[in-house]
């Protein structure tokens, strides 16, 4: 404190810089007027939080200054400190509030599929369906699904029909007026794990597993929040299911991917975060399979019609990528121009054919 008051008292002694103070002080009051008028501080937590602040800060930043000129701004300065304290406290507050509600913010995963141009990994679509059928599909259904949507996109023809005639389907009625059940064919949708959402629910404390159809579009930030979901299990405070990910925090779904719950016909480790990668793309091509067409056919459309507002912004950004990096290029090129290559210009060969 001595110290931090010799240094301002010798910073103050000149005149001209007490005259620049006093003007920034100026400023500073006017944008604290401006911060607490009527209104502003609306929210009772921000204003509990500034006036929580303001007092333990500014009495000892008062007192280190007491006496000379500079305490005035070292009190405004307190109290512009205060108040922005108050401010970060208050998001704080609000955020770790947003988190218990809605959970945690889930991080932003590279999918290899983002891209403006890029199609899904089938060998990861593949392994996540094997990864659904074996672990997911005992709870959750995936009704608008059927066997023949995955032929070409994870398995040929004849390993689809192998899958579909393993299930058994109510059908009929028979010539006799009965129903009988059937081997499944291609047209057959996925089978379900229940017979209806009653059951569903008894089976699973109360708490019904949605259908995953379209689960990466039906949550906000889909396929990021499901793969944090699955690979987000904590330690439970008290004997409920923990996930962090999951808005309220206790979720009635229990832990599903521990290493090795599958074993992958081409090899790959099962690893939580394998599994969890490729249920994840299964599950977005499942909620879009048609992704792969629309971006050949919107990249089509921009090229030969211009007409996608959104493809277009896309471009755009794609095109202020390129000119950045096209400028640097140039900076690069003319600093060569002007200083290292800059021996080999100034020679000018004349013939000279008269002399
Ligand atoms: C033992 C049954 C069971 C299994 C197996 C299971 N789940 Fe669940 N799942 C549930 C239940 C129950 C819920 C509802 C949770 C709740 O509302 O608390 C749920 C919810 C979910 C949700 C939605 C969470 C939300 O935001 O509402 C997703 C996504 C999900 N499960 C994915 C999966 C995936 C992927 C698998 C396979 C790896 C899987 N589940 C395996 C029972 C299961």
Redesign the pocket.
């Known amino acids: 404190m001595e110290k931090g008051k010799l240094a301002i008292s010798f910073l103050l002694r000149s005149a001209n810089l007490r005259e620049r103070v006093k003007m920034r002080t100026g400023k500073i009051n006017r944008l604290i007027k401006h911060f607490s008028r009527p209104g502003f501080l609306s929210q009772p937590s921000v204003a509990v939080s500034v006036l929580k602040a303001a007092p333990v800060l500014i009495p000892k930043l008062g007192q280190a200054e007491s006496g000379s000129s500079g305490s005035q701004f070292s009190k405004t300065i307190a109290l512009f400190g205060a108040v922005a304290s108050g401010f970060l406290g208050c998001a704080t507050i609000a955020y770790a509030s947003d988190e218990a509600e809605h959970g945690l913010a889930c991080p932003s995963y590279p999918w290899p599929h983002n891209g403006i141009l890029s199609s899904y990994d089938h060998a990861s679509v593949r392994r996540g369906h094997q990864?659904?059928q074996q672990?997911?599909s005992?709870?959750?259904s995936m009704s608008l699904i059927s066997y023949r949507d995955l032929v070409g996109v994870a398995y040929s023809e004849e390993e689809t029909k192998a899958m579909a005639t393993e299930i058994e389907v109510v059908d009929g009625p028979s010539d006799e007026g009965e129903t009988l059940t059937r081997p499944g064919k291609l047209s057959d949708c996925l089978p379900q794990p229940y017979a209806n959402e009653q059951a569903a629910r008894f089976a699973?404390?109360g708490?019904?597993?949605?259908d995953?159809g379209l689960?990466t579009k039906a949550?906000h930030n889909g396929q990021n929040?499901?793969f944090a979901?699955?690979t987000g299990y904590r330690d439970p405070p008290a004997g409920v299911t923990y996930n962090p990910y999951?808005?309220g925090g206790?979720?009635?779904?229990?832990k599903?991917?521990d290493d090795g719950a599958v074993e992958y016909e081409d090899g790959t480790p099962a690893t939580e975060a394998q599994?969890g990668k490729d249920?994840?793309t299964f599950?977005s091509w499942a909620a879009e399979p048609e992704m792969e067409e629309r971006k050949l056919a919107n990249f089509s459309i921009m090229v030969f019609s211009r007409s996608n507002a959104m493809l277009r912004l896309e471009y755009m950004q794609m095109g202020f990528k390129w000119i950045f990096v096209l400028s640097l290029a140039l900076l690069q090129a003319g600093y060569y121009r002007r200083t290292r290559w800059s021996v080999l210009r100034p020679h000018k060969v004349v013939l000279d054919v008269v002399k």
């Not at 206790?250 to 229990?254: E, S, T, Y």
Request: proline letters at 12%.
């Open positions: 990864v659904y672990v997911c005992s709870c959750h699973n404390g708490a019904y597993p949605p995953l689960i949550r929040y499901v979901l699955l999951f808005p206790a979720i009635a779904m229990p599903m991917l599994m249920v994840v599950l």
